[in-house]
């Protein structure tokens, strides 16, 4: 192990190439492995392999809790939520979350879950995967995401684009979903 105290830096050697170098001058970490670069960190995020560009650093990294609400397009509908998490990775955001309906009421709009934790950035819109375990028959669907939303719809398999309505899921029943998309 050397420091050099002038220039601030810090080199972990193994054998004639370094292993670790730390820079304090220019903020940077760098792990080689036979003198190539393998790992880079420093003010941009974390690199790999022998890449320097900002614009390919990871940079983001978070976990947490989401509110999920169905909806009918401008009114919220009754819910109860259970396990609504999401992991962020740089642009790329996976969510998941059961929700319960828990009210009775009439409606033949088109169901909405809205309350995505951030909002969808690219084009063409996203798609993902949902079960709504319903009491006459499950249904099947695909979860549709236009792009620049934090809602999402439910478009049943099989059917030529038809949305999934209110009156299709029943009281007491549960949708699951899962749904990977990129945001800003």
Not at 86 to 114: F, W
Request: proline share 2%; with cysteine.
């Amino acid at each position: 192990i050397s420091y050099n105290h002038n220039n601030r830096t810090m080199v972990a050697y193994s054998g004639i190439n370094y292993g670790l170098n730390i820079d304090g001058v220019n903020k940077t970490v760098r792990l080689t492995d036979g003198g190539t670069q393998r790992l880079r960190i420093d003010n941009d995020g974390i690199k790999f392999g022998t890449d320097s560009a900002a614009a390919n650093a990871l940079d983001d990294y978070e976990e947490g809790t989401w509110t999920p609400q169905l909806t009918n397009g401008s009114s919220n509908i009754g819910t109860t939520v259970g396990n609504a998490s999401y992991t962020k990775i740089g642009r790329l955001v996976h969510l998941e979350c059961q929700i319960a309906r828990n009210d009775s009421s009439s409606d033949g709009n088109i169901m909405q879950v809205s309350g995505l934790p951030f909002a969808h950035v690219n084009n063409p819109a996203v798609v993902g995967a949902a079960w709504l375990d319903n009491t006459s028959s499950d249904i099947r669907c695909f979860l549709y995401l236009p792009s620049g939303n934090t809602s999402m719809y439910f478009i049943k398999t099989g059917a030529s684009s038809a949305y999934v309505s209110l009156n299709e899921f029943d009281n007491g029943r549960f949708i699951y979903l899962g749904l990977t998309y990129n945001t800003a």
